[in-house]
């Protein structure tokens, strides 16, 4: 694609009337020879925009070599620049030039001339049918420029008008048919589409020039062709002709032109491939079965700073629950607003370990397969597992058709490719895997300049690694016109990518509804399923963790085997503990010793039954053999039989004991080596969380027994990786179907002996197809938590340093990693849990790790109580209430030992009175430990007062700790408050509803967001008009009879919008301001609300007569407005402090303040520094001064006053400040 600095619209003067030019004889000259085809205007591919038109060119005969080389070779022809051509006297195109009768072709050709409006192969002419002399070679491609229009004629035989559709870029083949006898077909533009006919225009791709064998495709042309045979949603075919069927749950796609068969059959191919091999969400759980519909909502972002002008970062802003529901999305909503606005294409999703982000992403994956997402024609889903492979042997082909996931083998890659980087705005790309936004930020660094060239001049070279591939993709430098769909955990920082991204998204999670249609799918039967919803219900804490999908799916394995909530598990650890307990009962690895042992006993059973057979054997021989009475034989038979048996039952009983003896035998050996194992899991789960992995590396201690267990009981999941090179292009040309099996066969069996040759760690990088990974984050933390809490190679020291809230300034600024958070939570929940249970985990003696115990528990008791906890951030803090809470409940029972309620105890002793949880996210289980902490407190005497804002805290766990005795005060979110309001409102509960009125505080109230502006007003309006609704009861008329109390007491109020989103809502500002009677602090600065907003303002301090401090600064504030608000100010009898500075105040403003400061008593500080007021506005200042006897300060320089004019003021009166 190349750029033309010339308008290449400008084509001279044109005459009037191009009739005479549309004659039969100079269409002929035209379409026979090459003067469209030489000319670069219209055959140029400097213009992003153009047509194409294929014409037929005549058939060979011997002889005529020279016309064969012209056709061969026309595409091959040397560019020409624009001015040359402008002085070749051989190109007649231009108007001013004049035909050149020489140059005509003979009449033969007009004769072989005609028009066909197929675009496949398939509708080219058969040489058998047309005729004698008809052609057969491939039609020559026409470049028309858009802006080359011809008129029409009047009707006539030897004339045909044909309207063309209007197309963008206008890419049309219009191959020329033979017949004996054709008229003269000329190209017009058609005018607007009507109505009845509605034909979605084609797009352009980045201004890139489309291949011939291959057009740009249209919105929705592949997918819309692509899955007709698989989705019902359109079924009418799209032509240019009929009418589009409007599909209800998308828009309709548009038609497609030429579009190659190749690529058409590998888009269904991929559908088809990936509606199969996406499905699994996990083990026994797929998206058919088992999916339940989750919603995303839409994160905005603040620039940090107070000056948001120079302040370049972002920050992502922590949603109430109210705003939180309005905000909500689908997931098809997810590449565009729900206004229907522009689409979005840098999309950052967000989501805790275990909230369903990849299982999203598969989702959506399904729902291109089945014509949901009809805007995209490819789907490559590429995962952040590939890092590992750092060899340079990939090229952007490889990476898209081989290496991302639910992708077929192509066997046509140059085709599809081509496609892909054609129509690279209908590719969505999406990157899973990444664990932190740190994972990004580091791609999202400058690559070397000399990287990011050969990346653009040659991306199919195979020379570079996935890393430098995923950054190039990431940083727009390949394929800059596609839609990126980037899920991370919302962790750490990341100021490139904040920059970067245009829609925000965090998954949800799961409300109790979701909850219960989830256990109604995984509990197909309906006494099992109430049986499990009501030992859910009856455990506060399990119930709340279902809020989480992976954990939500973990407490349903082990509600799979619980009959009474009474041996469920009440923490976090005991959960984890009891699914892997759990998953190695049921996995197959303990079937292998019991199979050792039934052998061995089956074999020792067949000896004794041979044995027993050849005794009787003997003994009929010998009853032969002796010739005696009746009698006595018979007498001597049955004594025989009976000693047989008493034998016979001795020896079972010796058999069933030592088949016990084996079978013991047998389990201890399994345990111990179940043991060894687990120790040798949860040191690789350590070495992952340190390396913040969940990726397995191969090494000495990774064994094949340790990966047979792992994989048999779950803990591990194999990832499929294929690294197997695409068949090129070239290499299958001329091949059909069975030709490219064999040859893909082919590729197959030669990598395999490839690989034979190599050692473990050389295939791994190059030819394994598949990496193991821990396939559940929260068992690889507590496997981790295990190492740390019972492995004999922690010592005491090394444990230690491992624990939470270690001194040191990097400790208290570098935030922790989640999966760091949940093993050291689970290490400190290990060592207070159920002896008895966590025999299983450990290779001590009884003695030894009671004695283990002990020790580390006094470890962590002396950790916690050294704390300082006014040092702790609101994150530390919080953390620290999980980690009491998991160490002071055991998985049964529920009792407490001495050391879990020792810390209990004393954290809830030494919080701080104003408990801050300001910018932290609480998500239901962290609202139960907190809940549970200030119960303790308030058994202890303790009362506390809350500030939650910005903590996105649901409308439910507000209830639960607003409810509680010992808060005497708390901050929230105040739409989520007037919902909370309005819930007890209409429960009845007014107990609860005249404690949570009187309780809230929002003193001091600083307006950063849009929103705060919004509720306040919704606020004041309530207290006001001393309802809480148009529509509530009158039996809590009594509650709101004083207002409400948190706008009484509000004192001060800082507007903090900034200069453009300030502005908008300054009007609710003007409206709510009267309410606000026992106001003293008012900052308005940088709102920029000018004489105008003056005036407003000035209306509204009549109601302000508690206003201490105003604050008006950088509000361009002109000489009108500051006499308005002369005129208030000195009726406001207790303002001391007044700031205008850098406003617009000139010598006429100054006159006027200068006449109201002996009126203001209370004023002790004006500042108006940097104005526009010259020496005279100064010197009536300073002569006011002089009749002010209270006011401290004056501050009132600017390069307009004179510094001899200032100076002289200064010795004057030494209250005149320079700043």
């Known amino acids: 694609m190349h750029e033309v600095d010339q308008d290449p619209l400008d084509f001279g003067v044109l005459p009037d009337d191009l009739s005479e030019f549309m004659n039969d004889d100079y269409l002929e000259y035209l379409l026979g020879t090459d003067v469209f085809f030489g000319d670069t205007l219209l055959n140029c591919e400097e213009f992003g925009n153009f047509g194409d038109v294929g014409v037929t060119t005549e058939q060979p005969c011997p002889g005529s070599q020279d016309k064969l080389t012209t056709k061969n070779n026309w595409r091959k022809r040397k560019r020409v620049s624009w001015s040359q051509q402008c002085t070749d006297e051989k190109t007649p195109f231009r108007p001013k030039r004049q035909r050149e009768a020489g140059t005509m072709q003979p009449e033969e050709a007009r004769n072989e001339a005609a028009v066909n409006q197929g675009t496949d192969a398939e509708s080219e002419p058969n040489p058998e049918k047309t005729g004698v002399g008809l052609t057969t070679t491939p039609p020559r491609i026409l470049h028309l420029h858009p802006s080359i229009q011809f008129i029409t004629i009047p009707d006539a035989p030897g004339y045909q008008v044909i309207q063309t559709v209007r197309l963008s870029p206008p890419v049309i083949r219009l191959p020329l048919p033979n017949t004996a006898a054709t008229p003269t077909y000329i190209f017009v533009p058609s005018a607007s589409p009507p109505c009845k006919h509605q034909v979605q225009p084609l797009s352009p791709v980045d201004d890139a ?11 929705g042309s592949l997918s819309d062709t692509a899955s007709k045979a698989m989705s019902p949603i359109c079924t009418s075919p799209i032509s240019i002709r009929n009418k589009m069927s409007p599909c209800k749950q998308s828009p309709p796609p548009p038609t497609v032109l030429d579009v190659p068969q190749v690529v058409k059959d590998y888009i269904l191919e991929v559908k088809s491939h990936m509606s199969q091999t996406c499905l699994e969400m996990e083990e026994g759980l797929s998206l058919t079965s088992h999916y339940v519909d989750m919603q995303v909502s839409q994160r905005e972002t603040l620039r940090s700073g107070k000056n948001t002008n120079k302040g370049l970062d972002k920050e992502l802003i922590i949603m109430g629950d109210t705003d939180r529901q309005k905000s909500l999305l689908g997931h098809r909503q997810i590449f565009g607003d729900s206004n229907g606005g522009n689409s979005k294409r840098y999309i950052l999703l967000l989501g805790n370990a275990g909230m369903g982000k990849t299982t999203l992403m598969r989702k959506l994956c399904l729902d291109w397969t089945r014509a949901c997402i009809p805007q995209f024609d490819f ?5 952040g597992k590939t890092l590992t492979l750092t060899k340079p042997m990939y090229s952007l082909q490889t990476l898209l058709l081989n290496l991302s996931s639910f992708v077929p083998h192509c066997m046509d890659p140059d085709a599809v490719y081509a496609q892909i980087l054609a129509a690279s705005k209908r590719v969505l790309i999406i990157f899973d895997g990444f664990v932190e936004l740190r994972d990004y930020e580091v791609l999202l660094q400058t690559q ?7 990346l653009q001049k040659d991306n199919k070279a195979e020379s570079y690694t996935v890393r430098q591939l995923y950054s190039a993709i990431l940083q727009r430098v390949l394929l800059p016109g596609c839609t990126l769909l980037l899920t991370t955990r919302p962790r750490g920082s990341a100021s490139q990518l904040l920059r970067r991204a245009d829609s925000f998204l965090e998954v949800c999670g799961f409300t109790p509804a979701d909850v219960e249609a989830y256990m109604s799918l995984y509990f197909p039967d309906p006494d099992h399923r109430v049986s499990a919803l009501d030992c859910l219900k009856n455990c506060s804490y399990l119930h709340l963790l279902c809020w989480n999908p992976g954990l939500c799916r973990l407490v349903c394995l082990v509600l799979e085997h619980s009959k009474t909530s009474d041996v469920l598990p009440r923490t976090l650890t005991g959960l984890c503990h009891r699914v892997l307990c759990s998953k190695m009962e049921k996995g197959s690895w303990g079937t292998h010793p019991q199979a050792e042992v039934q052998t061995q006993i089956s074999l020792h059973s067949k000896q004794e039954a041979q044995k027993q057979s050849m005794s009787n054997n003997q003994l009929k021989m010998c009853l032969k053999e002796t ?36 079978k013991s035998v047998g389990r201890e050996v399994h345990r111990t080596e179940e043991k060894e194992l687990l120790s040798q899991l949860s040191s690789l789960a350590w070495e992952g969380v340190k390396a913040n992995s969940s990726v397995l590396t191969r090494g000495p201690t990774f064994t094949a027994k340790l990966k047979a267990f792992g994989l048999q009981t779950g803990l591990f999941l194999s990832h499929p990786m294929r690294r197997r090179q695409v068949v090129s292009s070239a290499e299958t040309e001329g091949g059909g179907r069975e030709e490219r099996d064999e040859i893909k066969g082919g590729v197959e069996k030669q990598d395999q002996k490839e690989n034979r040759g190599r050692t473990d760690d050389e295939s791994f990088d190059a030819s394994d197809d598949h990496i193991m990974l821990w396939a559940n984050p929260f068992l690889q ?73 002990v020790s580390k528990q006094a470890l962590v008791t002396k950790h916690v109580e050294a704390l300082s906890q006014g040092d702790l951030s609101p994150a530390q803090v919080l953390e620290a209430c999980h980690y009491v809470y998991e160490a002071s409940f055991t998985c049964a029972d529920g009792n407490r030992g001495r050391g879990s309620t020792r810390l209990v105890a004393h954290l809830a002793a030494n919080l701080p009175e104003v408990l801050s949880f300001h910018g932290v996210p609480l998500n239901p289980p962290d609202v139960f430990t907190v809940q549970k902490v200030l119960e303790r407190g308030g058994n202890e005497g303790r009362s506390f007062c809350l500030d939650l804002e910005d903590s996105g805290i649901r409308v439910s766990g507000l209830k639960a700790l607003v409810g509680l005795n010992n808060i005497n005060t708390y901050r929230a979110c105040i739409a989520d408050v007037i919902t909370l309001w309005e819930q007890l409102e209409q429960s009845g509960e007014e107990g609860l509803l005249r404690g949570a009125v009187s309780k809230f505080k929002i003193h001091p109230l600083k307006v950063t967001q849009v929103c705060h502006a919004e509720h306040l007003a919704k606020l004041v309006n309530i207290h006001m ?18 207002g409400v109390p948190a706008v009484k ?69 002109g000489d009108h407005g500051v006499k308005k608000l002369a005129t208030k100010l000195r009726y ?52 006011s001064l002089r009749n002010c006897q209270k006011i401290k300060t004056l501050r009132m320089w600017n390069q307009c006053i004179p510094y001899g004019v200032f100076e002289r003021l200064q010795l004057q009166d030494s209250r005149i400040l320079w700043h």
Request: proline content about 4%; glycine content about 4%.
């Open 209 to 219: 020039v489309a291949p011939v064998q291959m057009s740009s495709s249209p919105p």
């Open 379 to 383: 789907v490559f889903l590429l995962d």
């Open 448 to 454: 070397e300049k000399d990287l990011s060239t050969s």
């Open 627 to 662: 010739p005696v009475r009746k009698s006595r034989a018979k007498v001597f038979t049955c004594s025989r039989i009976r000693r047989a048996r008493g034998a016979k039952k001795k020896e079972t009983e010796e058999n069933e004991v030592a088949e016990e003896e084996m």
């Open 781 to 853: 933390s507590y496997l981790a938590g295990v190492h740390l809490s019972s492995s004999r190679a922690v010592s005491d020291r090394t444990f230690h340093q491992a624990l939470p809230f270690q001194s040191g300034p990097k400790a208290r600024r570098r935030p922790q990693r989640e999966e760091l958070d949940l093993t050291q939570r689970f290490a400190v929940g290990l060592l207070f849990h159920n002896k008895t249970e966590l025999q299983r985990l450990h290779t001590y003696t009884e003695t030894s790790f009671c004695k283990m115990l």
């Open 1025 to 1042: 008009h001393k309802r809480l609704s148009d529509s509530s009861c009158t039996q809590s008329d009594s509650i709101w009879a004083e």
């Open 1049 to 1117: 007491e509000l004192h001060k109020l800082e507007f903090e919008l900034g200069p453009e989103k300030g502005a908008l809502y300054l009007p609710k500002l003007w409206e709510l301001l009267p309410g606000l009677h026992n106001l003293q602090h008012l900052d308005l600065e940088n709102s920029k609300i000018r004489d105008t907003g003056s005036e407003k303002l000035a209306d509204a301090l009549a109601s302000l007569c508690s206003l201490e401090i105003l604050n008006l600064s950088q509000n361009c504030i």
């Open 1132 to 1183: 406001l009898p207790k303002l001391h402090c007044l700031s205008l500075y850098s406003n617009v105040i000139s010598d006429e403003g100054a006159e006027s303040l200068a006449a109201v400061l002996p009126h203001m008593v209370s004023l002790t500080d004006l500042d108006v520094k940097y104005n526009k007021l010259t020496d005279v506005g100064a010197q009536s200042l300073g002569a």
